[in-house]
């Protein structure tokens, strides 16, 4: 048994130890379920566990494998055979999923071990992880702020290393986003690089499943394990996958990264534009040329993917009504009221107000209006990056406007939570690939809380985009820096 934190190692040392026999697989999952009992309690990062399940195939993992005795955390949209996907809904609180997400398999046969299910806003729809039916999960580094969301559930389990790495899903940037307020790696690959199949259907032309992890070595090697062509996904991409991991440690010279001036704006807080001052410095030392661009449809973005999010939600939902799975009313008179009334009861209030919206504008008489118009100026985001692209590798901007907010602080400002994605939205409506890693500190009411930086790259450069993100990485010790909670300092 060795005396190293376990939770605490990055996926590619407890890889290390566990191929030089130092440390059984079956030990790292007894080490991390003793973190998780130390440490959820106070952040409420898991909806659901199977502990006992993990033990039985740490037993029997090979550890040569890619990924072979890593445990790794489930964002609760994800199906994990025998385990519940509740999607921390009420309509769905007593699912159990009957089959494995193509993710899932695809972890499986590196040998990773998923062994629990982490909280989300219900249905993927939120900012903030307060929209769960289930759990409310809070900020590792400042137990009265939001971990960020959709995601947080994830995001927050690595931050306090109750996970040594764990996937989520991104519509508008729901892994990018939580991993900037909480201090981790969070990576969109470009949409239809990884496979959807068993991913519970938010927004199915935006959604995209990604890994969060402490460092991003460790991103490269969970993409390299879940990315690639899925016949049972009819939008998966079939194009060859280069081996992420291979690429990292390449240097920036003559890289050219773009700053969009529309993401300069007022609203940024002062201490999140100093920090991304500071690594457009910090980039230029090692090598990379910093060039301004324009992404002038950008206003648009939170409009158009409100409009294109919440109607295709509006569709997807519609499958929930009662009759094949999941929660049921009791005693209905007829078949609408059954409908109603289900709906009405499992649905919470942030999900109902997405559907009515998206219901609205897909409707007769609004839908050129709204929907048709929505995608045209999509197709002129799209273009927007495009043509950046044809300048500059890669895009920089900050992840947030602003760190971790309070928990209650915009539960009753539908906008100001929406506004929250600004800087992440518009790569999901134009399909590319786009990652945050940490880059500095912000001071607020004493706390110091993660500040995260995004890097943007086009369709299908997940490799340059993560050979930046490293090379930034390794000349700073951000990634290095661990919350309160916990207790030891994290290993590189």
Not at 184 to 208: E, H, I, M, N
Not at 426 to 435: F, H, P, R, Y
Request: with cysteine; proline share 5%.
């Amino acid at each position: 048994m060795t005396d190293k934190d376990l939770p605490a190692l990055s996926i590619a040392d407890l890889q290390s130890l566990l191929r030089r026999r130092e440390v059984s697989a079956r030990e790292v999952i007894d080490a991390l379920r003793a973190r998780i009992e130390a440490v959820d309690q106070d952040i409420g990062a898991y909806l659901s566990l199977d502990m006992e399940a993990a033990a039985q195939e740490a037993e029997k993992s090979n550890v040569d494998l890619p990924l072979g005795g890593v445990p790794l955390a489930i964002k609760d949209i994800i199906n994990v055979m025998g385990q519940p996907c509740t999607c921390a809904s009420k309509i769905l609180q007593s699912y159990r999923a009957t089959y494995d997400a193509t993710v899932i398999r695809r972890l499986r046969a590196a040998g990773a071990i998923p062994f629990g299910k982490t909280n989300l806003d219900e249905f993927a729809m939120g900012s903030s992880t307060e929209n769960s039916s289930m759990k409310l999960t809070r900020n590792p580094w400042d137990l009265s702020r939001v971990p960020g969301g959709s995601s947080g559930g994830s995001a927050a389990a690595v931050a306090a290393d109750a996970a040594i790495g764990a996937l989520g899903s991104d519509t508008g940037g729901s892994i990018r986003q939580p991993a900037a307020l909480s201090g981790v790696v969070g990576f969109k690959p470009t949409y239809g690089r990884v496979s959807r199949f068993g991913l519970v259907a938010f927004a199915s032309s935006l959604d995209q499943i990604g890994p969060l992890t402490k460092t991003v070595n460790d991103t490269a090697l969970i993409m390299n394990a879940i990315a690639g062509h899925d016949p049972q996904d009819s939008s998966s991409l079939n194009e060859p996958v280069p081996d992420y991991a291979a690429r990292l440690g390449e240097d920036l010279r003559g890289v050219r990264l773009g700053l969009p001036k529309e993401y300069l704006i007022e609203g940024i807080d002062p201490q999140v534009k100093t920090a991304i001052d500071a690594t457009m410095k910090q980039m230029n030392s090692l090598g990379a040329e910093i060039v301004e661009v324009s992404l002038p449809t950008t206003e648009y973005a939170i409009a158009v993917y409100y409009i294109v999010a919440t109607a295709e939600a509006s569709t997807n939902l519609a499958r929930f009504d009662g009759v094949r799975y999941g929660y049921r009313t009791e005693n209905p008179k007829d078949i609408l009221d059954l409908y109603g009334r289900t709906r009405g009861e499992g649905f919470g209030q942030e999900v109902k107000r997405r559907i009515i919206l998206g219901t609205y504008v897909l409707s007769s008489g609004y839908y050129d209006a709204y929907y048709l118009r929505a995608q045209k100026v999509r197709e002129l985001i799209r273009q927007d990056f495009a043509r950046a692209f044809e300048k500059v590798d890669a895009l920089v901007s900050p992840t947030s406007p602003v760190p971790a907010f309070k928990l209650g602080e915009r539960v009753g400002d539908p906008l100001q939570m929406y506004l929250a994605d600004i800087f992440t939205i518009a790569a999901n409506l134009a399909g590319i690939c786009g990652i945050s890693v940490p880059c500095g500190f912000a001071d607020m009411d004493g706390q110091r809380l993660p500040i995260g930086l995004q890097l943007l790259g086009k369709p299908l450069d997940e490799a340059r985009i993560l050979r930046i993100a490293y090379a930034y990485e390794q000349s700073t010790d951000w990634h290095k820096t661990r919350p309160p909670i916990a207790s030891v300092p994290r290993k590189a």
